[in-house]
Each structure stands twice: as C-alpha cells, then as structure tokens.
C-alpha cells in the first residue's frame, strides 16, 4: 500500500493547483441567514485539480468577510496579502457526508464523512462505528480511524493504521522467470497508533505500538520507518526504540532492528537477545532470516540448555533446527 | 420582483392617467379583453416609512381592473434594501425582463423572455422565466447565477421573494474559489 503510495507519488504533482473547485449536484439551497453556507444534496460531485470528491450531501462554509485593513503606519512598507478575499465569497470549507469517495491520481479513498479544509490543504476522512475509512490504491488498501490528505503535499496521515503491505517484498519483475527456489512474496500486516507518509522522503513513518505481522514472525517496536525506492517497493525498515520480535518459540529483543527486504533478514542491534525454548543467545549483532530462520551471530555468546530439546528431532526441515544448527556454527559461546 | 411591481403599479396608474391612449375602432371582445388602463413610457417609484424602496420602469404598462390583472412591457426596477437587512449585503438589485404578467388580487405572476438581476456587489442571476405565487419564486427553466467568487448553473429554481431562501433544482453545476490564507 504505501509502496503504490509513494510510487504514485513520484508521478504526481507535488500538490493541487490554485484554483475554483467545480461542483454538480442535484440540489443546492442557500440561506440568507446563514449566507456563508451552501448545501450541496444529491449525487454531489466535487473536484479541484486532480483531486475528485463524491459523496451524497455536502456543506460549503464560504469563508468570513475580512475586516477592511487599517492603513499602514507613515514610514513602513505596505505589505500585501497573498490573495484577497473577494467579498467574503471563498469557499473555506467543504464537509462531505454520504458515501464519500475521494479520487486522487491512482489513489482513491472510501468514508462516511470527510472536511476539506482549504487554506489548510488537507482532507480528513473518517468512517462509521463500523466501517472504518479506506485509502485504495489497485488492490492494495489502508484503513485507520482518521485518514488526513495533504492535498498539498501528498502526504498521508493516518490514526491507527491497519495495513497490508502486499508489495512489501519483491517477487521479481512479471517477465522475469521465478526462481524455483524463489518463495511466494508473504504480505506484512502493520498496525500502530499512527502513520505519516513523507511522500518526498518515500518514508512512511509508523509510532506508538508498532506491531508488524509476516508469517508467524509478531514485531513490535514503539516506532518504526519503512523506506521505499523509486519504483515505491519497500526497501528497509527501521525499528526503534526497543524491538520485541517472536516467531514461534523463538524470541528476539534489541534496541534497534532493521530488516532487509531484499534480502529478508531482520539485523538486531543495542544487545541484541535470541530466546529459543530455554536457550538465550547474545551478541553485538544478530540477524534473523524470516523465511528460513536462519540465525547469525556477530561475537555471540550463548546459554544452552540441551536437556530441554531432548525430544525434539533434528530434521532440517524444521525451522527450530536449522536455527539451532545455525547457532552452533555462528555462535561463539 | 414581480411583487414590488404589482404593488407599484397601481400608484403607477394612478399617476400615470396622462399617458393613457384611447382605442378607436375596436370590435366589443376587443373591448371586452381591452385593457382599463394603459400606459406608455412608465415610470414609477415605491415608498415605504419614508423612504424609496423600489423604482422602475416600464415601456408599455396594461391594467385591468376585474382580476387586477396586469401585463408590462420591457420592465427594470431597482430595490434598495433596508440598510441592515439580510440583502443589504448585496447591495442595489437591479431587475429586468422583457415581459411581465401579474394577478393584483392573487398576488402571482410571471415574467419572461429573459429576466435578469444584478447586484451592485457583482452578483448576477439570469434564466428565461419565472414565476411568482405566494411568498415563491419558481423556474423551471435553467438558471444561471454568478458574483464573487463563484459560477452556478441549475436547471430550476426556488427561492423566497424576501430572498431569504434560494434552491437551484434538478441539477446543479458550478464553480466555488477557495479561501486561501493571507499572508502574515
């Protein structure tokens, strides 16, 4: 999802032009006691620059009249307003309820209610009790309590996201040959209190109870960056602030963690610990590979407790041991 | 508009007698649908607590008195609203239309072949007729209004004659300009 996001971004304008927002309903009414309100009802249709809005009701808030400026103190230069206001006859506010949808380049968002604010250059959309808001882009979506749209910027803000990141792997190119050995591509969920994506940056910043689903892989970290390439695939995630990761039996803890898309290996740094059914294993550093779950240890040091795997195997198959194989030979207990 | 001229029209006739023209040589439904009062080069002003509220003018002005019906040609008329009101804002609203019909005693009408208003604020309002029953003004046919900072277009409209309330129907398209913050 954020990948498509910020690909899309690279494509579009860096925000929307100035200009008049067009409209169409199927009825308007006007208040001479209210005179800064229009309401919009039926099939409403709004769009400025590549941004689109529909929705079944809307309510424009025309902007206040300005006070008339006192004239300038003798002897200091007159400074110009950016634009003024004509008549106080600005739209300054649009809230959208119904139905919403939003429609920007390939982006397109669902929600029940949604304020376009104008001189702030955003939109936030938000859902019902049950249906939260949506942000689509192709088949990939975002949902979260509150989506803000920079319409300035193309930057994303999102209440407690609920991702998938289907594209967060790359599984090779359509008109390349997969490999044989080559893995099917295995979607990351994210969820956190809160998301921003810096579409310039190609940086989607996740904080507040970061979880991060792959597999049976659970990561948890307070925040956590996800960078992306041009082409909007995922390239690196940054954990901070105390990383918490299990997979199985297994746990892993550190100050920091980074994981390679690439090469689908999560680096844990700022002692680093690997818990596997009794054994704890540290280092400097200690990379998890979260498809075979291989283990490496930079000048590890290990507690092993063999009586507790008396019963277990040895085949390779399992995860459990190759990562235990992978201990004895990397680890220097 | 079409209030304020039958309300005016009358004081119109009333002062108007100079301008009436006899109808020679007419045949007696002629005479029967013949206007009592006609008036050529009609101008007229409406007053209220004192003060203008309304003036206008109309090229050719028929009464008649049974059903107090009244027809005019190429009208204008201009309101000037109490200082203070709700459409004080817009400032003068200059009204035109080509032809105008009114019922005195029913308090409706129509006015067609183009009415137009104006505001001294800039806003602007066309369509080809509309009609005015009770306290409602109605078109049915496409509106076209325009002023500060926007372009609107109905297809049918409803609005209080006080203006207090105005709805474009069965469709509307338009242009709003947005707000934009000053610079500090």
Known sequence: MIALLLAATAAAPAGLPPGPIEFSAQDMRFELKDRRVLYLDGDVHLKRGDLAVVSDHAIANLAAEKPKPKPPPKGKKKKQAATPMAAGQEIEKFTVDGNVHVTRGTRTADGDHGVVDMPAQTMVLTGTDTVPPVLHDGKETLEGDRILLHTDSDDVDVQKPRLVLHRAIKSGKPSEKPEKTAEPATPMRVDAEHLVLHNQERLARFTEDVVVHRGDAVMRSPKMDAHYDKDGELTVLNMRGGVDMRQGDRRATGKTADYDAKARVMTLLGDPKLYDRGDVLAGDRIEVALDSSEVRVQKGKAHLRPELHREETASPATGGARTRGALENEAHP | ?184
């Open chain 2, 1 to 184: 508009m079409l209030v304020v001229i039958a309300l005016t029209g009358a004081s119109a006739i009333a002062c108007g007698k100079q301008n009436t023209q006899a109808f020679p040589n007419v045949s007696a439904s002629e005479a029967a649908n013949a206007p009592d009062l006609s008036l050529r080069g009609v101008a007229f002003a409406r007053t209220a607590d004192g003060r203008i509220t309304a003036r206008g003018t109309a090229q050719h002005l028929d009464y008649r008195r049974a059903g107090g019906l009244l027809n005019a040609d190429v009208t204008a008329m201009t309101l000037v609203p109490q200082a203070g009101s709700q459409l004080a804002t817009f400032g003068l609203l200059n009204l035109s239309a080509p032809h105008v019909k009114g019922e005195l005693q029913e308090k409706s009408g129509n006015a067609w072949g183009g009415v137009k208003v104006a505001a001294t604020r800039g806003d602007r309002g066309a369509t080809e007729a509309v009609e005015y029953r009770g306290e409602l003004i109605t078109s049915e046919k496409p509106v076209q209004l325009s002023g500060p900072g926007y372009v609107m277009h109905g297809n049918g409209m409803v609005m209080q004659a006080d203006g207090s309330f105005m709805r474009l129907t069965h469709g509307v398209t338009g242009t709003l300009h947005e707000a934009v913050e000053a610079a500090k």
